[in-house]
């Protein structure tokens, strides 16, 4: 019988997405081993490219076993891993339904910031799934947990998470190597050193000094409205200012504000002071008794109404200065980085034709051949490179039609559904307050443009339609549970098929 002492081996899983350097952590941590005298192996298994899927790295290592050769796993096996790393925290959460996160044995190293997935973005509300839930279940199934936003603190370091993964690994205590046997790894890969140092000791530090995990940041799809500021940003504007302080009350102020700022950047002052016109003409029927609620939304989703994704917008936003300048923050650029991008477009040709003045508009459609010809080289996808003269003149151009915009058809069309939906609101007031006020909140269903407005759209008109019929008590509550539905589910039958089975006779017209 074989009585010899088994060698320790501690293992470990590494869960890193596209473009975060889980090839790079890995290989840090397989040479902190062999450096060690420890024998050191690891393998991978791609998922798909960045977030639709995970790479899950596999490390095994075992302390020094002179004369002998250890036979060791290829694939993490669960109930077994020592050390479980995830770059984004809900890889640390389909870690423990793997099986790969257990009490008695697994420490937990996690980020704790998002990077949304696929199926998250999709939906037409906020599908962002519930992080705080994830951390608690994490933290329930771990021996261990260090949870951190190792991304945020990366980037103050000027570093990537590769290396803040690695720092916290480090202070978390889970490996026998002191903190130099780290930081030498580090400096011997040569790329990056003082900025990746500087990260890993950072997240040593807060590793170590970390009794239980950071609370999460705020959820990002619940932004606060901002003060009202007490001066504008130009003189030009400070007049529509000093009109919300006159003829608004104070808790509609930061609303106002916001909606303002969003209106005019769309497209001009006056525009500005159109949105004040219809926000006041809903804000007149408003009181007190309601907390102004009436009031609040009109500022809020009119503005959204008033700032339609058109292909004029997405030009501009896709061609500012701001935006290459994030793109080259959020890839590490440094100042003589010569850096690009590639856009992706598909818009229909009821998109193009919505740029043309009204009636140019009207002659083409009107004309089943040229709508052919420019069907057949519209819809399909283009991919423009921004970095290039011949890409970014034509969608700088393309943005320039702004000043026009007022006379094309797309504005046109959105001008009429806007009145449409804020007489339905002017409708409602006296009778049906709270009805009222979640007919404005029905605006949330629209946004972007080509397919995803149409869908919105559809079930927008769906549900506007529905809440005219004969007011009934609940109805507010009902077209609230429906416009939540709206936005969880991509298609309309289903909605359909909720508001025909609750008002059956009203829907059919009895």
């Known amino acids: ?25 890995v290989d840090w941590i397989v040479n902190l081993a062999e450096n060690a005298g420890w024998t050191a192996q690891s393998t991978s298994v791609a998922g798909v490219a960045q977030r639709t899927g995970a790479t899950i790295y596999y490390i095994e290592l075992i302390e020094p076993t002179p004369g002998r050769a250890p036979v060791m796993a290829l694939v993490p096996i669960p109930g077994e891993v020592d050390i479980l790393i ?9 870690a423990v339904e793997r099986g790969l996160v257990t009490p008695e044995r697994t420490t937990v190293i996690a980020s704790s910031h998002r990077t949304y997935g696929i199926t998250e973005k ?30 945020a603190l990366a980037v103050r370091c000027g570093s990537v998470i590769s290396a803040s993964l690695f720092g916290a690994l480090a202070g978390s205590g889970a490996l026998p190597f002191d903190i130099a046997a780290f930081e030498q790894v580090v400096e011997q890969s040569g790329v990056g050193v ?29 932004t606060p409205a901002r003060a009202l500021p007490e001066r504008a940003a130009s003189a030009a504007l400070q007049p529509l200012l000093d009109r919300i302080r006159r003829d608004f009350v104070p808790v509609v102020w930061p609303w106002l504000g916001e909606g303002l700022a969003r209106v005019v950047d769309w497209q001009d002052l006056a525009y500005g002071s159109e949105y004040l016109d219809r926000v006041h003409a809903v804000a007149q029927h408003d009181h007190a008794d309601h907390a102004y609620e009436l009031s609040i939304e009109a500022a809020r989703w009119i503005a959204v109404a008033m700032s339609y994704d ?3 917008r997405v030009a501009d936003l896709k061609t500012r200065d701001e935006r290459f300048e994030r793109i080259r923050t959020e890839i590490g650029a440094s100042e003589g980085d010569v850096t690009g991008s590639v856009e992706y477009f598909h818009p229909r040709l009821e998109e193009a034709m919505g740029v043309l003045p009204c009636k140019l508009a009207v002659w083409v459609d009107g004309s089943p051949n040229l709508k052919a010809w420019l069907h057949r080289r519209l819809d399909r996808g283009h991919h423009i490179n921004t970095h290039s003269l011949r890409g970014y003149l034509p969608l700088r151009l393309l943005a320039g039609l702004a000043r026009w915009r007022r006379g094309n058809q797309r504005h046109a069309h959105e001008t009429a559904h806007l009145q449409a939906w804020l007489d339905v609101v002017a409708r409602l007031v006296p009778g049906h307050y709270s009805l009222a006020v979640e007919v404005l909140r029905l605006r949330r269903l629209i946004k ?12 927008y008109d769906l549900l506007l339609q529905a809440a005219q019929q004969p007011a009934v008590p609940g109805t507010a509550q009902q077209l609230a ?5 709206a936005l969880r589910e991509v298609e309309p039958d289903r909605l359909r098929t909720a508001i025909q089975s609750a008002r059956p006779a009203q829907m059919t017209g009895g």
């Open 194 to 222: 003082n900025a990746s140092i500087k990260a890993l000791r950072a997240a040593a530090a807060l590793a170590q000094s970390a009794i239980k995990p950071s609370a999460l940041s705020p959820n990002p799809m619940l």
């Open 481 to 485: 549970q429906w416009r939540e539905l």
């Open 448 to 459: 972007g443009y080509s397919d995803t407005h149409t869908r919105g759209e559809s079930k």
């Open 1 to 25: 019988m074989n009585t010899s002492v088994q060698p320790k081996t501690i293992n470990l899983a590494v869960l890193a997405l596209g473009g975060q350097g889980g090839g790079v952590l």
């Open 122 to 151: 999709m939906v037409p509300g906020n599908g962002v799934a519930d992080a705080p839930a994830a951390l608690q279940i994490v933290q329930d199934n771990a021996h261990r947990l260090i949870a951190e936003d190792l991304q």
């Open 86 to 94: 995830a770059a984004e925290l809900m890889e640390a959460g389909r």
């Open 310 to 312: 058109d292909l004029i």
